[in-house]
Structures are given as structure tokens and as C-alpha cells.
């Protein structure tokens, strides 16, 4: 069975960082895209951003809102994927999901999803 | 980039009666649009990509629909277990966009 778990999420100030962590199972992590999609409270889903397999050299792309802040990497060697959150603001409070994205340039549909990991930013 | 909007954002409807529920695109997909299911306290499901192809495991009462810069997803008879929140998703240009919701309801 194909599942992704994360972790890594808790409360954490504004300004601070945080790391979560995506971890799969039941598939060749390596040959697939990652994404990061999240959902503030009570609203829709956000795309975060993306990192592309290893034969696309792992490149990234990323939604205007976070760019620059956030980064993503992943580690195929143990198949888990990771975004890094920096300067974090409350607006960023949100469930965190990563999906499994295509094995191509990686414009597609998320198949699977984890079951999310919960960020709160206060002070 | 690429702005999706959903109709109706609720729809109210019995067991057993169909939902239609539509997607737009500010710009042509071509068919480069899929629809999740999202129900309370749980992860979003896929239900159809490539506008019209249901994922495993999703029954044929889902069925969607479209071109261009108009979508449908269809539930042909409704069962208790589809009242739920649905989202469209446009993946032909980035950034990968969602549209705000449709709340499927009694």
C-alpha cells in the first residue's frame, strides 16, 4: 500500500523555523515527485510547493506566499521528503499534507496524501 | 496564474438525487484537471484526473466532464458517505492551483 506520513509539525513563534517531514512507503519514493500542499483553519487547500525525482535533478518549484521562505529537499536514500519553514508568520498556521506528485516534469494530480501534520505559529 | 473558481461554494441536496458541481478556469487547462474529496478532519481524496478518469477505488457514480476552461464533476445518485467538502485542481501551468470548495450537504 502506498502511504505518506508526516511529522514534524507543532507551535512555534513567529520568526522561527520549523522542519517537517514526509515519509513514504510502498512505492519507489525516488522515481516520483513530492508536493506540499496545506490548509490554514476552516479554509481551502494551498499548493506549497513541489521537488521534482532525481531524474529531474530534484528541482523545485514553489507558491508565491512562500517562496523564499520555505524550502524543500528530500532524502531518496531513506524516502522521505522535508520542507523547511523559516521566518514563519502566523498566516502560515495551517495542516501541512505532502502527496505524491508524477514521475515527470511533474505537472499533475496528488495521489496519494498523508494525513497531515498541524502548524501552529503564535507567540 | 491560473485562478479556479467553484459553483455553487454549498449545495444542498437529498440520498439518492444528483450533484453537479462546476469548476472554471481563468485559462484553458485542456484537460488538466482533476477533483478531490475532502471529508471532516481527513486528508483529500483523489476522485478523477485528466478531467474525466476516476482514480482507484472511486465508484462510477463520480464522473467528470469538460474542456477548456469549464469542468463539472457529477454524482449520479448520492450516498450518505459523499457529503463532503470537493475541490477542483488545475495542474497544466505553474503554480498548481485549487479552487475554493464546493460543501456538498443535506
Known amino acids: 500500500e502506498v502511504q505518506l506520513v508526516e511529522s514534524g509539525g507543532g507551535l512555534v513563534q513567529p520568526g522561527r523555523s520549523l522542519r517537517l517531514s514526509c515519509t513514504s512507503s510502498?512505492?519507489?519514493?525516488?522515481?516520483?515527485?513530492v508536493s506540499w500542499v496545506r490548509q490554514a483553519p476552516g479554509k481551502g487547500l494551498e499548493w506549497v510547493g513541489l521537488?521534482?525525482?532525481?531524474?529531474?535533478?530534484?528541482?523545485?518549484e514553489y507558491g508565491a506566499s512562500v517562496n523564499g521562505r520555505f524550502t524543500i529537499s528530500r532524502d531518496d536514500s531513506k524516502g522521505i521528503a522535508y520542507l523547511q519553514l523559516n521566518s514563519l508568520k502566523t498566516e502560515d498556521t495551517a495542516v501541512y499534507y505532502c502527496?505524491?506528485?508524477?514521475?515527470?516534469?511533474?505537472?499533475?494530480?496528488?495521489?496519494?496524501w498523508g494525513q497531515g501534520t498541524l502548524v501552529t505559529v503564535s507567540s | 496564474e491560473i485562478v479556479m473558481t467553484q459553483s455553487p461554494a454549498t449545495l444542498s441536496v437529498s440520498p439518492g438525487e444528483r450533484a453537479t458541481l462546476s469548476c472554471r478556469a481563468s485559462?484553458?487547462?485542456?484537460?488538466?484537471l482533476a477533483w478531490y474529496q475532502q471529508k471532516p478532519g481527513q486528508a483529500p481524496r483523489l476522485l478523477i484526473y485528466?478531467?474525466?478518469t476516476r482514480a482507484t477505488g472511486i465508484p462510477a457514480r463520480f464522473s467528470g466532464s469538460g474542456s477548456g476552461t469549464e469542468f463539472t464533476l457529477t454524482i449520479s445518485s448520492l450516498q450518505s458517505e459523499d457529503f463532503a467538502v470537493y475541490y477542483c485542481?488545475?495542474?497544466?501551468?505553474?503554480?498548481?492551483?485549487f479552487g475554493g470548495g464546493t460543501k456538498v450537504e443535506i
Open positions: 502527496s505524491r506528485g508524477g514521475d515527470g516534469g511533474s505537472l499533475n494530480w496528488f495521489d496519494p
Open positions: 521537488i521534482r525525482s532525481s531524474a529531474y535533478d530534484g528541482t523545485t
Open positions: 485542481q488545475q495542474y497544466n501551468n505553474w503554480p498548481l492551483t
Open positions: 485528466r478531467t474525466s
Open positions: 510502498g512505492f519507489t519514493f525516488g522515481d516520483r515527485a
Open positions: 485559462r484553458s487547462l485542456d484537460s488538466n
